[in-house]
């Protein structure tokens, strides 16, 4: 691979890559670790049959193996991930819906998180998944609807905390409207 063959898959497959590596990490500094060492990975020896779909796939599993790496180190097993967070962080999102949507995807277990990502955010069918992670596609059927009935109790549980009805003012202003 020459290096405007690497430039090209870098900006065709960098934010990809990213995304995956962040949905994985739920954290941007881990992203940009996994990313840069991906793409390091591709440089130093990139894949033999390097050619379309090919490329993308072996950069999804790289990445998503790379993931698996950082949360299998000494350090990541010592240390808690809130003992690292940073409090001082804006929200990462406008919407406290999406906010809620976001810490939901990223309390699920690895294994579904992956072909969450994969099956709605990067838009890959069952069978595209099953060829890339090297898993059967009824496993990746299994893990979609495992996730999708954890994200449905976890959104549901949320949901009801705030549909706590607020009591109405009554149009007097002596206490609440029994309406």
Known sequence: MDNREYRAAVDAYGDMVYRIALNQTRSAA??????????????????????????????????????????????????????????????????????????????????CRIVVHLFYFEGYGTREIAEVLGIR??????????ARKLLRQQLKEAWDDDEQPEPVPSHDGRGTCPC
């Open 137 to 146: 596609e009824p496993t990746v059927r299994t893990r979609l609807t495992r």
């Open 30 to 111: 881990d992203a940009d670790d996994v990313t840069q060492t991906v793409f390091m990975r591709l440089y130093a020896k990139p894949p033999a049959d390097a050619g379309g779909d090919r490329l993308k796939h072996w950069l999804i599993r790289v990445t998503a193996n790379e993931c698996k790496s950082l949360w299998r180190s000494a350090w990541r097993r010592r240390v808690s991930l809130q003992e690292v967070t940073d409090e001082h962080l804006p929200p990462a999102f406008d919407e406290p819906d999406h906010e809620r949507l976001y810490d939901a995807l990223a309390a699920l277990p690895e294994k």
